[in-house]
């Protein structure tokens, strides 16, 4: 059963930092792009990040760009969003999605609240 | 920045047939901007039903039906089902970038 699990968010200042992960099981995590995705409360699905199966190629969202990293380990069957200089704007729920035909799967969804 | 514009909403009665669309500012979706379409429901993560404009995921129930409309992307919904109430996103390529329409709630009455 594939399987993708978020962790990582919580309440952070602004201009903090907050590091996610999202672990992935069920299927062979290398041979699948990968995708970070955001809900603020209350709004729609925003795109965040992408990165390839190898990890050779990455895009980013012009309002994360400079301040979130993608990567992914595949040898931890694990996907990462490091998140820098954090605003009131980035509190969303953050989910994972895997990119197999079309992006089949998603996590559950790890909350990040941006608040002084 | 491309914008992907979908009806905010739309109310069908059970049984009945409908359409949503989704468009970009940049001119005709074709099946080069790989158009997906999601459910999500309250509460819940998405769910995806359509992926590369028509192709059906194998949960996707044999009612919805993706294809490219004029100059947007499409997903109808035949013999709606009280279930069916949700907001619906489509997700487009566009080029080094996904974009979401604003999403669709689609109301059963």
């Known amino acids: 059963e594939v399987q993708l699990v978020e962790s990582g968010g919580g309440l952070v200042q602004p201009g903090g930092s907050l590091r996610l992960s999202c672990a992935a099981s069920g299927f062979t995590f290398s041979s699948y792009e990968m995708n970070w995705v955001r809900q603020a409360p209350g709004k729609g699905l925003e795109w965040v990040s992408y990165i390839s199966s190898s990890g050779s190629t990455i895009y980013y969202a012009d309002s994360v760009k400079g301040r979130f990293t993608i990567s992914r380990d595949n040898a931890k069957n694990s996907l990462y969003l490091q998140m820098n200089s954090l605003r009131a704007e980035d509190t969303a729920i953050y989910y994972c999605a895997r990119a197999g035909f079309g992006w089949d799967y998603w996590g559950q969804g790890t909350l990040v609240t941006v608040s002084s | ?109």
């Open chain 2, 1 to 109: 920045q491309t914008v992907v514009t979908q009806e905010p909403s739309l109310t069908v009665s059970p049984g009945g047939t409908v359409t949503l669309t989704c468009a970009s500012s940049t001119g005709t979706v074709t099946s080069g901007y790989y158009p997906n379409w999601f459910q999500q429901k309250p509460g819940q993560a998405p769910r995806a039903l359509i992926y590369s404009t028509s192709n059906k995921h194998s949960w996707t129930p044999a009612r919805f039906s993706g294809s490219l409309l004029g100059d947007k992307a499409a997903l109808t919904l035949s013999g709606v089902q009280p279930e069916d109430e949700a907001e619906y996103y489509c997700l487009l390529y566009c080029g080094g970038a996904w974009v979401f329409g604003g999403g669709t709630k689609l109301t059963v009455l």
